[in-house]
């Protein structure tokens, strides 16, 4: 059993940054293949980014790639996503998972213009 709790989110300005956490806790936090998805009001959820245990290896949707960077300490048990260049677009419940398997609860992001 893992536990997940995204914090982080909070009303910024387009072009500002931001950085969110996963706090994971139960099972160990390097087994799983992290990811990090969005969800934007009367859209459906949309995969963001993952990583892979070692995090040597990194995804991203085009639509932040090259704005987000995805990245997890093991050590701490925690995921980051770490948001530059933020636009309105990004605005949306940000949710972190485990494995697929696993879910937080989401932290809300809002990107003003």
């Known amino acids: 059993q893992v536990q997940l709790v995204e914090s982080g989110g909070k009303l910024v300005q387009a072009g500002g940054s931001l950085r969110l956490s996963c706090a994971a806790s139960g099972r160990t936090f390097s087994d799983y293949y992290m990811k990090w998805f969005r969800q934007a009001p009367g859209k459906e959820r949309e995969f963001v980014a993952g990583i892979t245990w070692s995090g040597s290896t990194t995804t991203y949707a085009d639509s932040v790639k090259g704005r987000f960077t995805i990245s997890r300490d093991n050590v701490k048990n925690t995921l980051y996503l770490q948001m530059n260049i933020l636009k309105p677009g990004d605005t949306a419940v940000y949710y972190c998972?485990?494995?697929?398997?696993?879910w937080g609860q989401g932290t809300q992001v809002t990107v003003s213009s």
């Open positions: 998972n485990a494995g697929e398997m696993y």
